[in-house]
Every structure is written in structure tokens, then in C-alpha cells.
């Protein structure tokens, strides 16, 4: 047992160094548990700060929030059951910032700071089987569900190629494309603002619903009766999306949480949820 528990722990560890070592795609500044990246044949537990990079997979679940900022100023905002891989961000020689973005599954956002909309990108986001996106600096909402991909155009200006393989350009704000799994894009229409609102609420992270976002609250589970007994349940929370460590007095710790009613929140879903019964939070 000892022995298979070191090699999971050097995978973990060889992982976590790749992330330190790897030129940076950008970071996670925010997240609203469960969340998991995948990279590599390995699975970790998101938190805030971790490093980014081309090829990873980050998957949300149930009630879960994301948010991630790229390195050249972007964010991605991501809602719950998404699936969103890092096809390829990197600078090119030209100094225009170039990425690659899939959204297989879910509801995301698409947003430039204004300090950042003069550097030049050139970025493609595929949402589902049915639109790809080239956006050179704005701000869109998108979801991929299994019967329609939806695209509204919050700023600025995105082409956007449906499955037909025609490319429309969309220029103005609350334009709005949808198209079916098993037919071609519907014509552009206006979203109403009411509507975009529910949809945006999606991909914002619901604070004091477990968020994370280096804050200094944690949630902290006692009760265990050895080491090998606390490591056990880490692994079993952090392959649930939870980024649960193990302190020296043998208790799990999950930190970075942004306030009391997001560490009390997270602690009442753990008691119910994984049926730990020595749960607390502290600062």
C-alpha cells in the first residue's frame, strides 16, 4: 500500500512541478467548487492561482464556477457541468497573442479588459459541434448543450462559422446566433437584455456558495484516526474536485475561501454530502 501510495504521490508531484516548469498560458483567479484539471493522464482539483497552460482540460460539476484569466488579459468565465480545453495560447513573433479555445460542454464568457483591448489577438473559440468563433477583443456569452449552441455578442465584433460553414459577422451588441445539432444556423436575431442577464448569471461565480478566491476562511475535518486514514479521505475529496490537503495534526484542509458564508456553506455540503461529521471553519 505504501508503496502504491508513493507512486501516486510522485504522479501528483511530477504534475504539480510540470505546472511550475511549463511557460504559462495564464491562471485561475477564481473558483466555485467542484472543479478538476486534467493534463496529461492526471486529474488535480482546481484552486485559486493555478498555473495554465496549452492542452489543459478544465471540467466544472454541479453548481460549480470558474474563472480564469489568460496571460495577455482575457477572461474566461465558466458555469456549471463545462468542459473547456486550452487548445494553444501563445504569443506569436508579431507580438499578437494567439489561442485556441474549445467549450465542448456548458455555459462560458469571453471578456478583454479595457486595459488590454489594444494588444492584438488572434483567438478561435470552437463552442460544440457548431460554431467556431474568431474574436479579436470583446465580450461574448456562449453555451454547448447537447441539443443547441448558443452565441450572444455582448461588445465589439466576432465572426462566427456555423455548421454550414458560413461565416457570419456579428457587430453589434445582443446579436444573438443558435444553431441545432441536426440543422443548419437559425438567421441572427437581438437577444433582449432581461434574457442575456439570466444567461450571464451562469458563468458568475455565486459567492458565499463556496467560492474560492485567495480568500482566508477554510473548511477543516477532523476526526481521523491516522494518517493513512486522512490521506484516504483527501484523495477521495480531491478526485470529487475538492483541493483537500492534509495538515500535520492529520486533519484536511481546504483553504483560499473567500469568506465565512462560503467556508460555512462548503462545511454544511461536506456533512451532508460526504457524511464527515467533525467539520469546521476557521481563518
Known amino acids: 500500500m505504501k508503496k502504491i501510495l508513493g507512486v501516486i504521490l510522485g504522479l501528483v508531484m511530477a504534475l504539480l512541478a510540470g505546472i511550475a516548469a511549463a511557460a504559462t498560458a495564464g491562471k485561475v483567479d ?7 484539471l486534467d493534463r496529461g493522464g492526471l486529474t488535480v482539483p482546481v ?5 495554465l497552460q496549452a492542452g489543459d482540460t478544465l471540467r466544472t460539476g454541479a453548481g460549480a464556477r470558474l474563472l480564469l484569466k489568460l496571460d495577455e488579459g482575457s477572461f474566461v468565465k465558466l458555469g456549471e457541468n463545462a468542459r473547456f480545453t486550452i487548445e494553444k495560447a501563445q504569443p506569436a513573433k508579431a507580438g499578437v497573442f494567439e489561442a485556441a479555445l474549445n467549450v465542448a460542454s456548458g455555459a462560458f464568457r469571453f471578456t478583454t479588459e479595457t486595459l488590454s483591448k489594444s494588444t492584438p489577438r488572434d483567438v478561435t ?8 468563433i474568431g474574436v479579436r477583443g470583446t465580450d461574448l456569452w456562449g453555451r454547448s448543450r447537447e441539443e443547441k449552441d448558443i452565441v ?3 461588445e465589439g465584433r466576432i465572426e462566427v462559422t456555423g455548421n454550414d460553414r458560413k461565416t457570419l459577422v456579428m457587430d453589434k451588441p445582443l446579436q444573438f446566433f443558435q444553431s441545432a445539432r441536426t440543422a443548419p444556423p437559425e438567421a441572427l436575431s437581438f437577444l433582449p437584455t432581461d ?3 439570466v444567461f450571464a448569471a ?9 467560492a474560492s478566491i485567495i480568500g482566508g476562511w477554510k473548511v477543516i475535518i477532523d476526526g481521523f484516526a491516522s494518517r493513512e486514514a486522512s490521506r484516504d479521505a483527501a484523495r477521495g475529496l480531491r478526485a470529487n474536485g475538492y483541493p483537500a490537503e492534509v495538515s500535520p495534526e492529520n486533519t484536511l484542509i481546504i483553504a483560499k475561501m473567500d469568506s465565512e458564508l462560503s467556508a460555512r456553506q462548503l462545511a454544511a455540503r461536506l ?4 457524511g ?3 467539520v469546521r471553519i476557521a481563518q
Open 30 to 36: 477564481g473558483v466555485q467548487l467542484p472543479a478538476w
Open 47 to 51: 484552486s485559486p492561482g493555478l498555473p
Open 125 to 132: 473559440i470552437t463552442v460544440g459541434q457548431n460554431a467556431t
Open 152 to 154: 450572444c455578442l455582448i
Open 195 to 197: 434574457q442575456l442577464n
Open 202 to 210: 451562469e458563468t458568475e461565480i455565486e459567492f458565499g456558495k463556496g
Open 271 to 274: 456533512k451532508v454530502g460526504s
Open 276 to 278: 464527515y461529521k467533525e
